[in-house]
Nanobody, 127 residues
């Protein structure tokens, strides 16, 4: 069983930064692509960023390009999301998730392609 635990959320002023972390249990973390999603109140969960198992590919939703950076440390079984220049529109619960498929050559942006999810961490940006 895989467990994903997010941390690093909180309250920040507009223009500020946060770094989210997602620690994964298990010995196969390095074999799977990982993603970050978010869900704002009253809205559907949306894709934010994803990274391939080898970290050679990264993808971002247009609204965060140039501001957010996804990375991973396979030795620590952890994936990160560095968020800069935060705005009120970034306020949401952020979830990390593991993509289906061992050593997948592709990185997917659809939440249905992810099989394990963390409990989420709240990010609130005050304007």
């Amino acid at each position: 069983q895989v467990q994903l635990v997010e941390s690093g959320g909180g309250l920040v002023q507009a223009g500020g930064s946060l770094r989210l972390s997602c620690a994964a249990s298990g010995r196969t973390f390095s074999s799977y692509a990982m993603g970050w999603f978010r869900q704002a109140p009253g809205k559907e969960r949306e894709f934010v960023a994803a990274i391939s198992w080898s970290a050679s590919k990264t993808y971002y939703v247009d609204s965060v390009k140039g501001r957010f950076t996804i990375s991973r440390d396979n030795a620590k079984n952890t994936v990160y999301l560095r968020m800069n220049s935060l705005t009120a529109e970034d306020t949401a619960v952020y979830y990390c998730a593991r993509q289906r498929g061992y050593y997948s050559a592709s990185v997917y942006l659809d939440s249905r392609d992810y099989d394990y999810w963390g409990q989420g961490t709240q990010v609130t940006v005050s304007s």
